[in-house]
T-cell receptor, first 111, second 117 residues
């Protein structure tokens, strides 16, 4: 099992550009999550999904959109990147409301 | 509502000496509590979790934590530090596991553990 994988690992964007981060899990988990990690702030929940075709807002959803078209994939989109979105993004998945398993992260820089 | 406070942003210990990383929580219910470790440029790995069973929880790599309801604390300890323990550690609180609330985790701000020779 690969667990939770994230694509890409690194990305540099210019302000106003768009991009999509891909998260994939092979554990047949129902729930998936996107977090961002900023220095001194721990991880903060952006959006999450409790099943295929469902999404919900987390703590810091503004400027991001998500889609869960397939159970194993959870996409995070930035329509118009801003420097404030420079961060490390982590995806996680869990079997319903149980322990979350994290991916290795995507380091995004917006210039 | 829930929150978590990690009392030290940085802890430095010598190799072979005990480790204590402090965490206090606030919760309006009986929470689940977790400690995660993050090595440089890596993802988060679960060290241990408390889910209302035994109050003393043993995790991987010799770490353990004790849930103290009266003190609202969940401190992480290890009897003898190793160089490989140098990392960032996060204390995390959530609603009880399996309650259907999507396990919304609330992270502490992290404690960076430095281990010196």
């Amino acid at each position: 099992n690969a667990g939770v994988t994230q694509t890409p690992k690194f990305r540099v964007l210019k302000t106003g550009q768009s991009m999509t981060l891909l998260c994939a899990q092979d554990m047949n988990h129902e729930y998936m999550y996107w977090y961002r990690q900023d220095p001194g702030m721990g991880l903060r929940l952006i959006h999450y999904s409790v099943g295929e075709g469902t999404t919900a807002k987390g703590e810091v959803p503004d400027g991001y959109n998500v889609s869960r078209l397939k159970k194993q994939n959870f996409l995070l989109g930035l329509e118009s990147a801003a420097p404030s979105q420079t961060s490390v993004y982590f995806c996680a998945s869990s079997y319903f409301g149980y322990e979350q398993y994290f991916g290795p992260g995507t380091r995004l820089t917006v210039t | 509502a829930q929150s978590v406070t990690q009392l030290d942003s940085h802890v430095s210990v010598s190799e072979g000496t005990p480790v204590l990383l402090r965490c206090n929580y606030s919760s309006s219910y009986s929470p689940s509590l977790f400690w995660y470790v993050q090595h440089p440029n890596k993802g988060l790995q679960l060290l241990l979790k408390y889910t209302s069973a035994a109050t003393l929880v043993k995790g991987i790599n010799g770490f353990e934590a004790e849930f103290k309801k009266s003190e609202t604390s969940f401190h992480l300890t290890k009897p003898s530090a190793h160089m490989s323990d140098a990392a960032e550690y996060f204390c995390v609180v959530s609603p009880p596991e399996g309650t259907g609330t999507a396990s919304k985790l609330t992270f502490g701000t992290g404690t960076r553990l430095q281990v010196t020779l």
